[in-house]
């Protein structure tokens, strides 16, 4: 198949998330659906078709998650979406390999069962499944000064912990020099677009940290001297008043992620929460070939 009719026929399994996985190719348990694949296929080529709409796959042994059929199939990359995961490895060995692809079962904590004291962020870790990996540090420094007023603490943390990505494929939560630049953008027009608040830097004014595809933008209220305190703002493409959240970034994107009777509520409720990796650093492995 080439990689329109690959997209598709993943896509089929994928959504919507709640229909069964049984596969029925050798007599293996439910829980996955294996997907044909030429051996003559450009096994490059399917990983970027999978990543251009997926998102930077998990690999590597300690970030892949245990997966069926491990013992038949050397697993090299996965794909969260939902309660699903997008595998593509390699089966076989000599002359006898060829490339593997399947889509399996996902868990991940459900956000009632994690203890009281974890924090917002680490429940944002936990029900999304994601795995940090090493990555370069951000110049905080230099961000706040181009701003001109220190950043959230748990802003920064969320930034460290998951990079460049999206929230459930639609929460995009903005990187700092996308920060700066739409702060930088709204503050040049020079006038409120949502009153009664007023663009930062004014004293009390809107700066945005995250947005979707629904055209909503997410600020915080920048009053008073801790930005650990600052509210949430959240407003739609219209200019009129939005709605105010006192909470920190963190706790408002996990509330939002998991509370489905939330003033804002997601589009689509999946049945599990994950974050795509838009952040486009992943190689792929010359073993591969």
């Known amino acids: ?31 996955h659906i294996c997907l044909p694949i030429s051996a003559r296929a450009d096994l490059h080529s399917v990983v970027e078709t999978l990543s251009s709409r997926h998102g930077e796959p998990f690999g590597g042994a300690d970030r892949l998650p ?15 979406f939902s309660n699903r995961w997008v595998t593509f490895g390699r089966s076989g060995q000599g002359e006898g390999a060829g490339p593997a692809l399947m889509v399996a079962l996902r868990s991940t904590p459900v956000a009632k069962q994690l203890p ?58 903005f990187m700092p020099d996308d920060l700066v ?11 409120p677009l949502w009153e009664p ?11 945005p940290w995250m947005s979707n595809e629904h055209e909503q933008t997410f600020h915080w209220i920048t009053e008073g001297p801790d930005p650990d305190r600052w509210p949430v703002y959240v407003v739609g493409a219209e200019p009129k008043a939005g709605h105010r959240f006192d909470c920190t970034a963190t706790e408002y994107l996990f509330r ?34």
């Open 181 to 191: 630049k739409s702060a930088e953008l709204e503050a040049r027009l020079g006038q």
């Open 1 to 31: 198949m080439d990689d329109e009719q690959l997209l598709t026929a993943v896509a089929e399994i994928l959504w919507p998330d709640h229909q069964d996985l049984d596969c029925r190719q050798h007599g293996d348990a439910p829980g």
């Open 197 to 207: 608040h007023p663009p930062f830097p004014a004293s009390g004014g809107l700066m």
């Open 256 to 289: 939002h992620l998991t509370d489905r009777l939330h003033p804002i509520p997601m589009p689509v409720h999946f049945r599990a929460h994950w974050f795509m990796d838009c952040s486009a650093n992943g190689e792929l492995d010359a073993a591969m070939e």
């Open 66 to 80: 245990p997966l069926p059929l491990s013992g038949e199939v050397d697993w090299r990359y996965a794909w969260p």
């Open 116 to 173: 009281a004291e974890t924090s917002w962020l680490e429940r944002l870790i936990a029900v999304t499944g994601w795995t940090p990996r090493t990555a370069g540090q951000v110049d905080w420094a230099e961000v706040e000064s181009r701003l001109g007023t220190p950043l959230p603490s748990d802003y920064k943390a969320l930034i460290e912990a998951f990079g460049n990505g999206m929230f459930d494929g639609f929460h995009c939560v």
